[in-house]
């Protein structure tokens, strides 16, 4: 059977209000298209992956998109065989990703990014533009990590990204004297950490732009990564052709 159904993932931090009437809008549409997966809102942004028919969902985005603080909203792509979510989910929540961090607002003020081919380049060479060693630094679960990772990643063994903070607080000096890029799955984690570097003290502190789905659509066989890509769906995990490892229902 051909992959004929369209997953995406997004998010925006950016402030929110309305969140219950955004909430009702949001839901009424993708469940009359027949859209499923999770759609999370919070005071701080919109976090979402959502999967259907690819005219379904991407007019779905369109109107969304026609909605200020989500104008140009980027989606990451991917396609399955089937639905990988059972049910549609739209819901307001404290924080879109959980960091128990109140004061820590990417809305506000955005953490420096590197782009897929230019961290592709930075880990052939071994150093940034500037000569300094390149560190790459998982801010995933340690399940997620065990799928696969960035060759040589720090792995903090983390159980949930709220644990993150305490880590980097305790092991920061391994840090010292690097470029760190901070990663996760579609980037809404890293962007988050790479902050609470900045906050910490790291000199340079990176986020990788659009995580690692971004990082395998937009570079050649996605260099200097083994395994593949945990995602919180059925297919449970996508190569780096963006290809699940299990078929969807």
Not at 171 to 199: F, H, N, P, W
Not at 211 to 236: K, M, N, S
Request: hydrophobic share 45%; glycine share 8%.
């Amino acid at each position: 059977m051909p992959a004929s159904v369209l997953n995406v993932s997004a998010y925006r931090f950016v402030p929110l209000d309305d969140l219950e009437a955004r909430r009702r809008r949001l839901y009424e549409h993708a469940a009359a298209v027949g859209l499923k997966g999770t759609v999370l809102l919070a005071e701080e942004g919109i976090n979402l992956f959502l999967a259907g028919q690819p005219e379904a969902l991407r007019g779905w985005l369109a109107a969304l998109r026609e909605d200020t603080p989500f104008a140009g909203l980027d989606a990451k792509e991917s396609w399955s065989e089937g639905l990988p979510f059972k049910r549609l989910k739209v819901k307001v929540k404290r924080e879109i990703i959980r960091m128990n961090m109140p004061a820590v607002r990417p809305s506000a003020a955005r953490a420096p990014a590197v782009a897929p081919k230019t961290l592709a380049r930075w880990l052939q060479a071994g150093r940034d533009d500037e000569g300094r060693p390149v560190v790459m630094l998982d801010t995933r679960n340690g399940f997620e990590v065990d799928a696969g990772a960035f060759q040589g990643a720090l792995d903090w063994r983390l159980d949930r990204f709220s644990d993150f903070p305490a880590a980097l607080a305790e092991r920061r000096a391994e840090l010292a004297g690097k470029t760190v890029v901070s990663y996760c799955t579609g980037g809404i984690r890293c962007e988050k950490a790479a902050l609470v570097m900045q906050d910490l003290g790291v000199e340079r502190a990176y986020q990788l732009e659009g995580g690692i789905l971004r990082y395998f659509e937009q570079t050649d066989g996605a260099p200097h990564w083994r395994g593949r890509c945990f995602v919180f769906d059925e297919r449970q995990e996508l190569d780096p052709a963006l290809q699940p490892a299990v078929a969807s229902a």
